[in-house]
């Protein structure tokens, strides 16, 4: 049985006639890879909470239970809270957009997207309070004002900063689906 994922000679699959490349739509989809910021924050994260774990090792075998216990408590705050960081930004299915931030998440039906289109606009750098001249893809909604539209993705955001092409990518890859499920 030969191992494809192992060779550098397998076949090339035809592309799909779709614009939408997955075989299971139903399922709650990135269209895009996570940037290098919010990975390596993510890892840093990862790799701050084994040295807490390690300590809290040290204190088990040496202080008290109660004084480890908090401190595997707060090791195990670090890395719920680094998975959450891996986990937000954009999502797609055929059920709708959702849209997951550090505290809440925001699903929006494709019957209720009016557009999803990319636009110049002063956006936030990092999602710090600075802000900068760049693109934003935007969700007008029909339960909404156009004017009351947070973006969805940025070029200045985790997922995005110095990769213009694939903020690109990841703006077409929405835009598309909401073109194949949004009522016309």
């Known amino acids: 049985m030969p191992l494809p994922f192992l060779t550098a000679d397998r076949t090339t699959e035809a592309a799909p006639e779709s614009s939408l490349p997955y075989d299971d739509r139903d399922r709650w989809r990135r269209p895009y890879r996570p940037g290098p910021w919010r990975v390596g924050g993510v890892a840093v994260g990862l790799l701050l909470s084994s040295f807490v774990l390690f300590a809290a090792v040290l204190i088990a075998l040496t202080g008290s239970a109660s004084s480890a216990g908090a401190i595997f408590g707060l090791a ?81 955001g985790l997922d995005f900063l110095n990769r213009p092409a694939g903020f690109d990518r990841a703006a077409d890859a929405v835009e598309a689906w909401a073109a194949e499920y949004r009522p016309h």
Do not use: C, K, N, Y
């Open 76 to 156: 195990f705050a670090i890395i719920v809270a680094a998975l959450r960081v891996l986990r937000m930004g954009v999502w797609v299915s055929e059920r709708g957009l959702r849209q997951v931030d550090f505290l809440r998440t925001r699903t929006v039906p494709w019957q209720r997207v009016v557009s999803v289109r990319t636009a110049q606009q002063p956006v936030r750098w990092l999602g710090l309070p600075r802000t900068v001249q760049g693109q934003a893809l935007t969700l007008v909604r029909a339960d909404r004002a156009p004017d009351d539209t947070a973006p969805l993705l940025t070029t200045h």
